[in-house]
């Protein structure tokens, strides 16, 4: 059965970086979305960032508004890992952050789409 590993988070303050990354254990098809969602005790697990058809000629990448331009998400095939790199860091981007996969394109609306979650990885940033 398929598992994913999160790594990678820390305590930064506002401002600063950090880089996610999200390995499986066994190879992800190009035809599976690979996406990172968030969660804070206060709030829904919402989508952040997603990609898809990486054995395409145009990989598809989906951000949520509030990272656009300051996320990248990207996929290492001969790693199996997933990535993520936070730039500019907001005190409302803290959440544990999880790795996830499932058929067909991402929907970052909808959580239901994964079917594989990984056990998530903490992101803490101070003002």
């Known amino acids: 059965q398929l598992k994913l590993v999160e790594s990678g988070g820390g305590s930064v303050q506002a401002g600063g970086s950090l880089k996610l990354s999200c390995e499986a254990d066994?190879?992800?098809?190009?035809?599976?979305?690979m996406a990172w969602f968030r969660q804070d005790p206060e709030k829904e697990r919402a989508g952040v960032a997603g990609?898809?058809?990486?054995?395409?000629?145009?990989?598809?990448?989906y951000y949520a508004d509030s990272v656009k331009g300051r996320f990248t998400v990207s996929r290492d095939n001969t790693k199996n890992t997933l990535y993520l790199q936070m730039n500019s860091l907001e005190p409302e981007d803290t959440a544990m952050y999880y790795c996830?996969?499932?058929?067909?394109?991402?929907?970052?609306?909808?959580?239901?789409?994964?079917?594989?979650w990984g056990q998530g990885t903490q992101v803490n940033v101070s003002a």
């Open positions: 990609i898809y058809g990486i054995y395409t000629g145009s990989p598809a990448s």
């Open positions: 996830a996969t499932g058929n067909g394109p991402c929907d970052l609306t909808d959580m239901k789409t994964m079917r594989t």
């Open positions: 066994v190879w992800i098809p190009s035809t599976y979305c």
